[in-house]
Nanobody, 117 residues
């Protein structure tokens, strides 16, 4: 089964930027549309950005204009550029497919993003 490994998280001050990467062990084209999600303790995982196989991106209202998702199918990688970060962006960030299909991998470990002064 395809494995997903997220990286790039860390501690950043409000207004700062981070760039997250997600590398898949096999083709992300098989997975299809890809997304970044985030989760805070006690809350459901939420989708913050998605990108389809044609490169069209959509964003949650809470991150629109600040986050940018991209994909590199040749490198089986999905990126999330996060700018103008706010304390409420603090969460564990995960990548995965958008649709619940047999090709959707198990969730990875995620990467912790903490926005704090």
């Amino acid at each position: 089964q395809v494995r997903l490994v997220e990286s790039g998280g860390g501690l950043v001050q409000p207004g700062g930027s981070l760039s997250l990467s997600c590398v898949a062990s096999d083709s992300i084209l098989v997975i299809g549309d890809m997304a970044w999600y985030r989760q805070v303790p006690g809350k459901q995982r939420e989708l913050v950005a998605q990108i389809n196989i044609h490169g069209r991106a959509d964003y949650a209202d809470s991150v629109k204009g600040r986050f940018s998702i991209s994909r590199d199918d040749a490198k089986n990688t999905v990126h999330l550029q996060m700018n103008s970060l706010k304390p409420e962006d603090t969460a564990v960030y995960y990548c995965n497919g958008v649709h619940d299909t047999p090709y959707r991998p198990a969730w990875g470990q995620g990467t912790q993003v903490t926005v704090s002064s």
